[in-house]
T-cell receptor, first 116, second 113 residues
Framework: DAGVIQSPRHEVTEMGQEVTLRCKPISGHNSLFWYRQTMMRGLELLIYFNNNVPIDDSGMPEDRFSAKMPNASFSTLKIQPSEPRDSAVYFC??????????????FGSGTQLSVL | DQQVKQNSPSLSVQEGRISILNCDYTNSMFDYFLWYKKYPAEGPTFLISISSIKDKNEDGRFTVFLNKSAKHLSLHIVPSQPGDSAVYFCAASADGAGTALIFGKGTTLSVSS
């Protein structure tokens, strides 16, 4: 298996532009997670899906952020409009199973986002 | 408010010595704890875990200790190797609540030869 695949690896954009991050989870995994890594806050959960349904989006910073999972093999995280404070590494992760707690997460390599 | 705290941003250790990485948590509902390791330009990878019904779990050079009364866990690496140099994240979850993993800020371990 190729693992969790994220694209793009790097994204540089200007403030106000729309940014779309993409993720393909490991085939057969039922849960998908979006995390953001910053120096100040470490790895923080943004949203997670189970069987393509959003379960907890309490970590989404504000309405500028949205995430979708139209099918079991694809998810997007969109920021519109983007701001410099959104600059971070965004990770997608997936796990097998209906619950989240005891399942290991498998992370993608991340998208390094820079908003100028 | 950080529910999982890694108060040491960095740790430097000589090759062959023991590395001890610490983690504190505040949520008494947490019942499962994991350590992840992250190399630059890669995503975190699972290293070792422990359930709250145990106080120790060992896997090769890596041992995790859990002190529930103190809400504290630690990761011991013995002996440390240069390849262990990475960022280590502590994570916790509450099984019954169906919550996703909550991570700490990470500790950067540097092992010198």
């Amino acid at each position: 298996d190729a693992g969790v695949i994220q694209s793009p690896r790097h994204e540089v954009t200007e403030m106000g532009q729309e940014v779309t991050l993409r993720c393909k989870p490991i085939s057969g995994h039922n849960s998908l997670f979006w995390y953001r890594q910053t120096m100040m806050r470490g790895l923080e959960l943004l949203i997670y899906f189970n069987n393509n349904v959003p379960i907890d989006d309490s970590g989404m910073p504000e309405d500028r952020f949205s995430a979708k999972m139209p099918n079991a093999s694809f998810s997007t995280l969109k920021i519109q409009p983007s701001e410099p404070r959104d600059s971070a590494v965004y990770f997608c992760a997936s796990s097998f199973g209906a619950t989240t707690s005891n399942e290991k997460l498998f992370f993608g390599s991340g998208t390094q986002l820079s908003v100028l | 408010d950080q529910q999982v705290k890694q108060n040491s941003p960095s740790l430097s250790v000589q090759e062959g010595r023991i590395s001890i990485l610490n983690c504190d948590y505040t949520n008494s509902m947490f019942d499962y704890f994991l350590w992840y390791k992250k190399y630059p330009a890669e995503g975190p990878t699972f290293l070792i875990s422990i359930s709250s019904i145990k106080d120790k779990n060992e896997d090769g050079r890596f041992t995790v200790f859990l002190n529930k009364s103190a809400k504290h866990l630690s990761l011991h690496i013995v002996p440390s190797q240069p390849g262990d140099s990475a960022v280590y994240f502590c994570a916790a979850s509450a099984d019954g609540a169906g919550t996703a993993l909550i991570f700490g800020k990470g500790t950067t371990l540097s092992v010198s030869s």
